[in-house]
């Protein structure tokens, strides 16, 4: 004690005056897990200190942040930070006659070292890294490269070291340079210490040996924290009360070169007489950025007597690592464990997004038995539920109640998080018959996620906010149709094929101004369904598009349906499918009738009788249904004209003198009336005649051999993209006619940054194929024929059977020609937008974030600086649509908590089957021939794939109508559109698939 009191009072210099290295969050604020950010840390840790005088913070860089985080802390402001250097930060402490530390705010010590060096008695005590090159794997050679380097002697041999940016400097010293600033060369703490050297001050070194970390790097932080895999187990295994973590025996594959017998003799003595499982502990799985299920070979169940089977499977495991690299890697090991058996259930759970680090539980397991289904990607059942961790804590009854089977898991992952100071894991566990959790293996994940930096106050605002609003309207549906309000991303004008589920601001605002807000509901009314003017379809949950089901149900009842009725079955359309979620995207072939078919009554009888639909007004249904089928057919031509008018219209647009922005505006305001209002019409009558020839086959009119022969007659402006750039492979047309033909085609009809087709011809315009495909004329047998007469003459007398047919081609062929027209006025525009982005020096990364209602009121009053804060403004906001999670459906506020993914039913098209390599990396059109394509979401800007000779295609998002089952259908492409969230990303961590289309399979080949 006596000597802890001879001890200087120490001030403490946090230096945190400049911006962040990556990022635009101070790095004094960085969080390190939700519940601490760098700054707590060291601050706990400094306050450890024994005679701790006073802890300041000199910031410069969004110091009212920090001082919004710590009122209490001890603030300097160095308001000349832009210009000065860390040693003018420094130079900001007052000097009150105490020994003083400064460190970087971007850097972590432990306590034990802290106060190990707060003891020095040097005049100058500076903190390096020995081990500076190897701290952490992969460190990068820029990263060895920039880091500041000391030249220190041990044991009079001289070597160099990493300057770790911690320094001591005793009140003589400290005093000493307060008032020699001038004298020093420099502004950094390297060039001072120079300077120390030269006063000859006693200088001590203090070796941290790479037990500290920066935030360069999230390698670097999660080595610091948790150290290998290995030791974070074992510091686990005594210390978990809420999961049972087994003996483990971890050794490495140099070890095993070497050791061989003696790594056998030390796994018999460990699991003596046991059952073992030998498990893959690459290197490479701490640094994973998508799932690698299956990439590295693990062995369950292996008898520990049976030496040689050991050796075999243990060499395995290493031969896997190899197969995906040239060598081995420094830090791959083989992780030995005991075998569990009466396995219930077993998983991996990440605890946060892997792609941004969003604070989520995403727990995936299956109730098989099998320990490694899940990690070996083999599973056929299996199940994904993502849990929002911000809100838990306040909502630990309603987890509780609903999750039965995975709360005691979270329980326990929250446990190890708690322990290990660190939240962003991957877990692997199983749960056996008596319930009890067992860890398998526990792994950082260090995916970089600087990129998506937000602030936690601010998610959970939001958070709230959705569901205070979604609260809101549901009591209103309630109220209404006596059922919570649904909202869904895919029931109806398909935001999620379209858009994508997170589209850029200017992307989602175009989508609703020429279709969701005004003209959805306009086409709707027009065709004899309810009038719902001032009703927009799409509604934005933190910037993610979704549809407001209880409008697009209530949009398809007929219009002289009786509110009464009205109401009844709308509320029957919303039960079914929240009792039937994975028909999300199928709600106009499942669930809602909008147009007539022959078999109707039965259909209807099954489907809403038993949501107290009567007889009387399912035949009051079916009578509106009928007048509004016949309509459509007889009226077809006059629904669509307008789309004539739109050329003309376009090019009067194009060559005015107008000025860039009001071309804009005009082309996007002409396109409403003139274009996405005929598509509106065309995608109806498209649908109607889909329903139709689904009937047929459901009915036996026809076979789903000749249903594919049908479609594959079909031609449409796809099918011209086609045959024309064969007849440019054949030098019958020029390029210059292509690109002026298709040349405004985008993959992202919408979005201003997806590259039009003539910005990048060779990539767009280009095919392998060589040979016109025969093109096979369809008719209808005189069985067929008889059967569809008979449906005509019950449906309207007044329709022939060719006028009927021509009107089930038609309808099909003009929806995809009136959307061909139509988006030449959205690429036009977007090209023009880009050509004013580049006179106002604005790049299209920048302009992406705006919103439409942005173009106009600059138009009208020319504020830049408005228009340069709205995007800074969304941009940030942007990040949030990032960051949160959604499903695919949401019936209950509970949803914005957690979710499970849908068992969706994809959309399988043709009767083919293909065993091929898949590919979703489509930067080159020499690597998709032959493949099967995997897109998320897909509009006609993606046709040009069907000039490659593609083996198949598998779409996240999609219906039964939407373009890319019309185009896949029409070529005779082998296809699965819309496979859901789940199925999607599993997928792409295969290699080779099997797609087959008849049986309806989808496996890893």
């Known amino acids: 004690m006596q000597q802890e009191s001879n001890l200087n009072k120490i001030d403490i210099a946090i230096l945190g005056a400049g911006p962040p290295s990556s990022g635009n969050i101070p790095s004094a604020l960085k969080q390190i897990n939700l519940r601490n950010n760098v700054l707590e840390w060291q601050l706990s840790h400094f306050k450890e200190i024994k005679n701790l005088n006073k802890i300041h913070f000199v910031g410069g860089y969004e110091i009212d942040q920090v001082k919004n985080n710590f009122p209490s802390l001890n603030?300097?402001?160095?308001?000349?930070?832009?210009?000065?250097?860390?040693?003018?930060s420094l130079l900001k402490l007052p000097y009150e006659g105490k020994d003083v530390i400064a460190t970087y705010s971007d850097t972590l010590f432990s306590k034990e070292f802290l106060e190990e060096f707060s003891r020095s008695k040097s005049e100058v005590s500076i903190s390096i890294d020995s081990l500076w090159k190897s701290r952490y794997e992969n460190r990068s050679e820029h990263d060895i490269s920039i880091a500041e380097k000391i030249d220190f002697k041990d044991k009079n041999k001289s070597n160099l070291a990493e300057f770790t940016g911690l320094i001591k400097l005793k009140k003589n010293v400290f005093k000493k340079i307060v008032g020699s600033k001038e004298n020093i060369q420099g502004n950094s703490l390297i060039d001072l210490i120079k300077y120390l050297?030269?006063?000859?001050?006693?200088?001590?070194?203090?070796?941290?040996?790479?037990?500290?970390?920066?935030?360069?790097?999230?390698?670097d932080l999660v080595r610091f924290i948790l150290g290998t895999k290995a030791e974070s187990l074992n510091r686990l295994y005594p210390m978990v009360k809420k999961c049972r973590i087994g003996k483990n025996y971890f050794f490495d594959v140099e070890e095993w070169k070497d050791e061989k017998e003696?790594?056998?003799?030390?796994i018999q003595k460990k699991f003596p007489s046991k059952k073992i499982v030998i498990r893959s502990s690459s290197a490479e799985e701490d640094s994973w950025k998508k799932s690698s299920a299956g990439l590295f070979k693990s062995f369950i169940n292996i008898d520990v007597e049976k030496r040689d089977l050991i050796t075999n499977k243990v060499q395995e495991v290493i031969d896997s690592y190899n197969a995906h690299r040239t060598s081995n890697k420094k830090g791959d090991q083989v992780l030995i464990q005991e075998f569990i058996e009466n396995v219930e259930i077993s998983g991996v759970v990440f605890t946060c997004d892997l792609d941004t680090g969003a604070p989520y539980y995403k727990i995936n397991f299956d109730d098989t038995g099998k320990?490694?289904?899940?990690?070996?990607?083999r599973s056929k059942k299996d199940r994904n539920i993502i849990v929002n961790k911000l809100n838990f804590e306040e909502n630990k009854g309603i987890h509780k109640e609903i999750h039965k089977e995975i709360y005691p898991l979270i329980e326990s992952i929250q446990e190890i998080e708690s322990l290990l100071i660190y939240d962003k894991l991957d877990i692997e566990?199983?749960?056996?018959?008596?319930?009890?959790?067992h860890i398998f293996q526990v792994r950082p994940i260090v995916v970089d996620h600087s990129e998506y930096e937000y602030n936690f106050d601010n998610f959970k605002e939001i958070q709230l906010s959705n569901i205070e609003n979604y609260t809101t309207k549901n009591n209103l549906s309630i109220k209404k149709f006596n059922n919570n309000l649904i909202y869904s991303n895919m029931p109806d004008w398909n935001p999620a094929e379209i858009l994508g589920t997170k589209p850029y601001p200017l992307a989602f605002s175009l989508y609703r101004e020429v279709i969701t807000d005004e003209i959805w509901a306009q086409q709707r009314k027009e065709f004899g369904y309810k009038s719902l003017s001032n009703s927009p379809l799409l509604s934005s949950l933190v910037g993610q598009p979704y549809v407001d089901c209880n409008l697009s149900f209530s949009s398809f009842i007929p219009n002289k349906i009786k509110e009464k009725t009205s109401k009844k079955i709308v509320s029957a359309y919303l039960k079914i499918l929240s009792e039937n979620k994975e028909l999300f995207d199928k709600i106009e072939f499942e669930i809602a009738f909008t147009s007539w078919v022959p078999n109707f009554k039965s259909e209807a009888k099954k489907r809403l009788s038993k949501y107290g639909i009567n007889l009387k007004?399912?035949?009051?249904?079916?009578?509106?249904?009928?007048?509004?089928?016949s309509n459509a057919i007889l009226k077809f031509d006059k629904f669509i004209e307008k789309i004539y008018q739109l050329e003309n219209l376009r090019n009067k647009i194009k060559d005015s003198k107008n000025s860039e922005l009001e071309k804009v505006i005009q082309l996007i305001n002409t396109c409403k009336e003139y274009g996405t209002l005929p598509f509106a019409h065309a995608a109806r009558n498209g649908f109607i005649s889909t329903i139709f020839l689904n009937c047929f086959l459901k009915i036996g009119l026809i076979s789903k051999k000749r249903l594919d022969e049908f479609l594959q007659s079909i031609k449409t402006v796809a099918t011209e993209l086609e045959e024309d750039l064969i007849k440019l492979n054949l030098d019958q047309v020029s390029i210059t006619n292509i690109v002026k033909k298709y040349g405004h085609l985008r993959p992202g009809t919408y979005e201003i940054t997806a590259e039009p087709y003539w910005k990048n011809p060779q990539k767009y315009l280009s095919s392998s194929l060589k040979e016109q495909k025969e093109s096979k004329l369809f008719k209808f047998s005189s069985s067929e024929k008889k059967g569809i007469k008979k449906v005509i003459n019950e449906l309207d007398e007044k329709i022939g059977f060719e006028a009927f047919e021509s009107y089930l081609k038609r309808s099909i062929q003009e929806r995809e020609r009136v959307k061909f027209e139509f988006t030449k006025n959205i690429s036009l525009a977007l090209d023009i937008l880009e050509k004013w982005c580049i006179s106002k020096n604005i790049s299209l990364d920048d302009i992406k974030y705006i919103e439409f209602k942005d173009i106009l009121r600059y138009e009208k009053d020319k504020d830049i600086e408005f228009l340069?804060?709205?995007?800074?403004?969304n941009r940030l906001k942007f990040t949030y649509t990032k960051l949160t999670q959604l499903p695919d459906l949401i019936d209950h506020q509970n949803n914005f908590y957690f979710f499970e993914y849908n068992d969706t039913q994809p959309n399988f098209i043709t009767d083919k089957r293909i065993i091929s390599e898949i590919t979703y990396n489509l930067d080159s059109y020499k690597d998709i021939i032959d493949k099967i394509i995997l897109i998320?979401?897909?509009?006609?800007?993606?046709?040009?794939?069907?000039?490659h000779k593609i083996g198949g295609i598998i779409t996240k998002y999609g219906g039964a109508n939407s373009h890319m089952a019309i185009r896949s259908a029409e070529i005779g492409i082998p296809s699965a559109i819309g496979v859901g969230e789940a199925l999607f990303e599993k997928l792409k961590t295969y290699k080779n698939l099997e797609l087959n289309c008849t049986n309806k399979i989808i496996r890893e080949a």
Not at 75 to 88: A, F, M, P, R, T
Not at 262 to 266: A, Q, R, V
Not at 371 to 377: E, L, N, P, Q
């Open 429 to 437: 566990f199983a749960i056996d018959k008596e319930k009890v959790i």
């Open 936 to 947: 998320e979401n897909a509009d006609p800007g993606y046709d040009w794939l069907f000039g």
């Open 868 to 873: 340069e804060n709205t995007i800074n403004e």
């Open 371 to 377: 320990t490694d289904s899940i990690t070996s990607g």
């Open 197 to 219: 050297e030269k006063q000859n001050y006693n200088v001590d070194f203090f070796d941290v040996k790479g037990n500290w970390a920066e935030l360069n790097s999230p390698n």
């Open 75 to 88: 603030l300097i402001h160095n308001k000349e930070w832009e210009e000065s250097g860390i040693l003018d």
């Open 617 to 629: 007004e399912i035949k009051e249904l079916e009578i509106e249904l009928k007048k509004i089928t």
């Open 262 to 266: 003696i790594i056998i003799d030390n």
